[in-house]
């Protein structure tokens, strides 16, 4: 089965350090996109990073950064100098290069950012 | 209005009503999702749509009936639903269904059945 996991229900980080939030996902396949998606209090789900398994380098936007070790099947996401606004549930989801059409996504992690 | 719009935001029905959710984006993508959110629960997808055509249904009952009249618009049709069919519906679109494509969420419709 294809699962993605997401160990931490929970987190807080003061504002202002780093937090990373752990994801690991299970496919036999080699070709594929995983995504981190963030999803404030007001709902309305955003796109905040995406990593293809086929480079190694690991992305990175603006105070977002991954952890992509694809032997290890992990895909953890580096959040510095935390803001007040980060403050939101966090998912991790993957999406397959052939066959089905869908994002499979984690149980997600909620963020609270102390100030 | 931009991005993806749904309507309504919430939505309170009995189990012997016939209710219609609203999704529509201003995009220009040609494909449509929706996906259930139940509260501890990943998201899960329900249907996909491609240029209007139903490309996917992830096994969801026939009390659920998707529409897509046309590539901006997509609507849930809801009939004699179940109380455990509460949940957060949310609409996605995208380019296209390719694998690499950012999927554009709506803020959703919060469906509480009674």
């Known amino acids: 089965a294809q699962t993605v996991t997401q160990s931490q229900p929970e987190m807080s980080v003061q504002e202002a350090e780093t937090v990373t939030l752990s994801c690991t996902y299970d496919?036999?396949?080699?070709?594929?996109?995983l995504f981190w998606y963030k999803q404030p209090p007001s709902r309305q789900m955003i796109l905040v990073i995406r990593?293809?398994?086929?480079?190694?380098q690991n992305a990175t936007e603006n105070r977002f950064s991954v952890n992509f070790q694809k032997a290890a099947k992990s895909f953890s996401l580096k959040i510095s100098d935390s803001q007040l606004g980060d403050a939101a549930m966090y998912f991790c989801a993957y999406r397959l290069f052939q066959g089905a059409q869908k994002l499979v996504f984690g149980q997600g992690t909620r963020l609270t950012i102390n100030p | 209005e931009t991005g993806v719009t749904q309507t309504p935001r919430h939505l309170v029905m009995g189990m012997t009503n016939k209710k219609s959710l609203k999704c529509e984006q201003h995009l220009g993508h040609n494909a449509m999702y929706w996906y259930k959110q139940s509260a501890k629960k990943p998201l899960e997808l329900m249907f996909v749509?491609?240029?209007?055509?139903?490309?996917e249904n992830n096994s969801v009952p026939s009390r659920f009936s998707p529409e897509c009249p046309n590539s901006s618009h997509l609507f849930l049709h809801l009939h004699t639903l179940q109380p455990e069919d509460s949940a957060l519906y949310l609409c996605?679109?995208?380019?296209?269904?390719?694998?690499?494509?950012?999927?554009?969420f709506g803020p959703g419709t919060r469906l509480t059945v009674l």
């Open positions: 990593q293809e398994a086929y480079k190694q």
């Open positions: 996605a679109s995208s380019q296209d269904t390719g694998y690499y494509n950012e999927q554009f």
């Open positions: 496919t036999s396949e080699s070709d594929y996109y």
């Open positions: 749509y491609s240029l209007e055509e139903r490309v």
